[in-house]
């Protein structure tokens, strides 16, 4: 179903909430079997480009292709995998329930689930911890839960708004390995980061200043044109440059 | 097909945290039983009259009245010091001269000052009527015309349509409240779950999903819509018969219509969840759209108010399950006598619920 290489492509995107301009001018994109990090301060948009490219916002110029379909289009989310910055998990409920309810938020049918969520759980490691309430679950093992349901239903595009935000070193290098696995396969990753080692993982780095895309490439390539040995110290550069 | 699995994980959710569920149920049979013990307790109104001068006859009509007890004093001074003490709720002193009564009253408890006039006036009555029944006795008797015998005393016998005679102001009240706390606490229950489904972020991750605004809404009415059908059937059927309300009508109608009137203040829950940011705001929307709705809902007469009033009372739905459970309590109607009512009550669930599905455009634009 989609022919374009890129799965997401954003272009000339503009938002403004009232009379403040969050998003200027954002290009970006992602082709097939691509992992590109999207990096800035907080408060540069990477949140509103995110929710620009789920359909949450509406962009006020430019235009966000998603899969090749033009967004906000609500049957389109089927297809994309998303894990929240804020662990959006249902406390009540065990982690069997919630991989079960938002597989069929998406769409998929309870016999695909029950042959999915067992594989899922195996790959977050949370086999054991599958049918204990998420109220009793650390922080680290509801990061997990959260990357699990993104990966419901084996999507071809997966949007990670700072996955690693609050984990521990360990956990954070088993997260980018499986990043790096689904990348193996085929999957195209968004993701943003703080974590400025993590970004030198990615295949291209985009950099978001006050709502605009300021450098766009491969990690080592923005090293070199900033002649600076790490992507830190991209980011401090440009930041000086502004 | 997603409303049903939104609707069981509600369910769910609810089952599992026993806490609220406990309160749910525990909250409205409290109040329920304070206002029982509250509208229950002994009312006969008692009154202790001081008399100065006052003429036997009269003291002894006065005498017959219930709760009425009466001392004599020689000097008006003891009398009215007794008053001041709070010995006496009434003071009567007889103006031999002026041919006048002064009576003085405690007045602390307006129904104690009440009773004392109507014992009054009716013992002084009394004691005209005798006096006059001489007056014809005697002159009859100088009549040619064999008088009548004895004319019969007037006897009043009295029905009651509704109720008997230790009616008060609390039955007309009770269809009302009982409207009103279905009210309140459905409200309360869906407010706050909604409001946690904002806060924890579930709903913004929900909405990330291919799922529909409207079959969240659906699904989120049917999930605590069993939660409010439970707690508007105990309100309805726990009050009836704590409160010992008298119903005319079918108990069925009543708890049809608490139930109609729970699944409004479930879909007004989640609409005001939508305007407020934290359970402290949501808190402050009581006072303001869930506790005025009971001074306009007919508890006094919408008729004698000002016009502005009588206009924002008919925009309040309470008055509308108001009037149809007193419709059916008091008067016996049956559900299609009030129709009115019922169809005005499904108009605000059926705005409320579209309401609903456009304000979740505020989380996702389609």
Not at chain 2, 41 to 56: E, K, P, S
Not at chain 2, 222 to 230: K, N
Request: proline share 3%; charged share 20%.
């Amino acid at each position: 179903m989609n022919k374009t290489t890129n799965r997401i492509e954003l272009s000339g995107l503009q938002k403004k909430f009232g009379s403040e301009t969050v998003l200027t001018d954002v290009n970006l994109t992602v082709g097939a079997g691509e992992i590109v990090g999207l990096i800035g301060p907080s408060g540069a948009g990477k949140s509103t480009t995110i929710n620009v490219m789920l359909g949450i916002e509406r962009a006020d110029g430019g235009q966000a292709l998603i899969l090749g379909q033009k967004m906000p289009n609500r049957k389109l989310l089927a297809e994309i995998g998303y894990m929240a910055q804020a662990d959006a998990l249902y406390d009540l409920l065990t982690a069997r329930e919630n991989l079960y309810f938002f597989g069929r938020m998406k769409g998929l049918s309870k016999a695909k689930l029950n042959e999915e969520i067992p594989h899922l759980a195996q790959l977050v490691d949370l086999t054991a911890s599958l049918d204990k309430q998420v109220k009793n679950y650390s922080g680290g093992m509801k990061r997990r839960l959260s990357l699990a349901i993104a990966l419901l239903g084996q999507p071809e595009l997966i949007i990670l708004d700072e996955p690693t935000v609050g984990i521990d070193p360990a956990l954070r290098k088993k997260i980018w390995q499986e990043l790096a696995n689904l990348k193996a396969q085929g999957c195209s990753i968004l993701v943003t980061t703080h974590v400025m080692s993590e970004a030198e993982l990615t295949d291209r780095v985009a950099l978001l200043f006050e709502g605009k895309i300021i450098a766009f490439d491969q990690p080592k390539n923005l090293e070199a044109s900033y002649q600076v040995a790490s992507i830190e110290q991209v980011f401090l550069k440009a930041e000086g440059e502004l | 097909m997603r409303t049903l699995v939104i609707a069981k994980r509600v369910i769910s959710q609810i089952l599992r945290d026993k806490r609220t569920l406990a309160l749910v149920f525990i909250a409205p049979l409290l109040i329920l039983w304070l206002l029982n013990t509250m509208f229950s307790a002994n009312n006969d109104v008692t009154a202790r009259i001081g008399t100065v001068a006052v003429d036997q006859k009269i003291a002894k009509q006065m005498k017959k009245v219930t709760g009425i007890t009466l001392k004599a004093y020689d000097k008006k001074a003891t009398a009215k010091k007794a008053l001041a003490d709070d010995k006496l709720d009434g003071v009567i002193v007889y103006d031999q001269a002026a041919k006048k009564y002064e009576v003085t009253y405690a007045n602390l408890d307006v129904s104690k000052t009440a009773l004392t006039k109507t014992a009054l006036k009716s013992a002084l009555t009394a004691t005209t009527i005798t006096n006059l029944k001489n007056v014809v006795q005697k002159q009859s008797q100088l009549l040619p015309i064999a008088p009548q015998k004895q004319a019969k005393t007037v006897k009043i016998v009295n029905h009651y349509n509704y109720g008997d005679a230790d009616s008060n102001f609390f039955n007309k009240m009770a269809p009302i409240l009982m409207g009103f706390f279905t009210f309140f606490f459905v409200f309360l229950i869906s407010g706050m779950a909604l409001l946690k489904e904002r806060t924890s972020g579930t709903l913004a991750r929900l909405l990330a999903t291919p799922v529909k605004r409207s079959e969240i809404v659906y699904g989120y009415m049917l999930g605590y819509g069993l939660l409010a059908l439970l707690q508007a059937s105990l309100i309805a059927i726990v009050g009836i018969y704590l409160l010992n309300i008298e119903v005319v009508g079918s108990l069925l109608s009543v708890v049809a219509i608490s139930v109609l009137f729970g699944f409004v203040a479930l879909a007004f829950g989640i609409l005001m969840s939508t305007f407020a940011a934290s359970e402290f705001q949501l808190m402050q929307f009581i006072p303001i759209v869930v506790v005025p709705q009971i001074f306009f809902s007919g508890i006094i007469p919408l008729d004698s108010m000002v016009n502005w009033a009588q206009v924002i009372g008919k925009l309040l739905p309470l008055t509308y399950a108001g009037d149809a459970l007193t419709a059916i309590i008091m008067q016996g109607a049956s559900l299609v006598d009030v129709w009115y009512d019922i169809m005005i009550l499904i108009i605000f669930l059926v705005v409320l619920v579209l309401l609903n599905v456009v304000g979740l455009k505020r989380y996702r634009k389609v």
